[in-house]
């Protein structure tokens, strides 16, 4: 298993990212509270209750979070078997997923320092131990709502391609960076660009350098 790296020492960039998390995320969501309801009646009216998604993923030096979005998903039917999550995505949730709007919940784990506006993605804890030394490094800093590789293809990329911009943004973050992956997001939203993998409705699980799925781990995703 790959061990986290030990917590850096806060920086002057660190504590103005923060500031600008806390800052954007309050504004963020005061602007968007009435779409949020929207929404969550939407989701409440189409797929029922609970309206949000929890999941647990990995934050910063390998600590687990809980991550909430809105439920884009019906709940897999035991009768059924393994149903793929496409099979699962209804109608409203391939439209918040296409427009971003499940992300809308996630600007709270942005509040409580789990998250921020700008990072790798957060994962699920499983791939901790599938990351390769130099890929266990997008862990030295916060998961973000946005990131490197969300501006620069997205789902559209293969996991080495996308793990691989994390570390470059770990190695390159600076305000300045922010900002400009914050400005290409939203242009990245609005074109509604990579949101799938190729023949997937979302993203395919990471495998990491060795081994195969099991049959129970098929057709899960990370997004």
Do not use: C
């Amino acid at each position: 298993m790959i061990t986290p790296p030990r917590p850096a020492p806060s920086t002057p960039y660190d504590s103005a990212k923060r500031l600008l998390d806390i800052v954007g995320a309050t504004v963020l969501l005061v602007l968007t509270a009435p779409l949020v309801a929207v929404v969550a009646l939407l989701v409440a009216t189409s797929l029922g209750r609970p309206v949000l998604f929890r999941q647990a993923r990995t934050g910063r030096d390998g600590a687990p979070f809980v991550l909430v979005k809105f439920r884009t998903m019906r709940p897999p039917a035991p009768e059924q078997g393994r149903v793929a999550d496409g099979d699962r995505l209804t109608p409203l949730g391939r439209w918040l997923r296409v427009t971003s709007l499940d992300e809308l919940p996630t600007l709270w784990n942005v509040l409580r320092g789990e998250m921020s506006l700008v990072g790798p993605r957060p994962l699920l804890p499983e791939y901790l131990e599938r990351y390769s030394p130099h890929q266990a490094r997008r862990h030295e800093v916060r998961p973000g709502v946005t990131g490197l590789a969300q501006v620069s293809g997205r789902n559209s990329l293969d996991w080495d391609e996308k793990l691989d911009l994390d570390v470059r943004y770990v190695d390159s973050r600076s305000l300045r960076v922010d900002l400009s992956i914050l400005a290409a997001t939203a242009r990245t939203v609005l074109r509604r660009d990579g949101i799938n993998a190729e023949g997937s409705a979302t993203a395919h699980e990471f495998l990491g350098a060795h081994g195969r799925p099991t049959p129970a781990q098929q057709g899960r995703t990370a997004a």
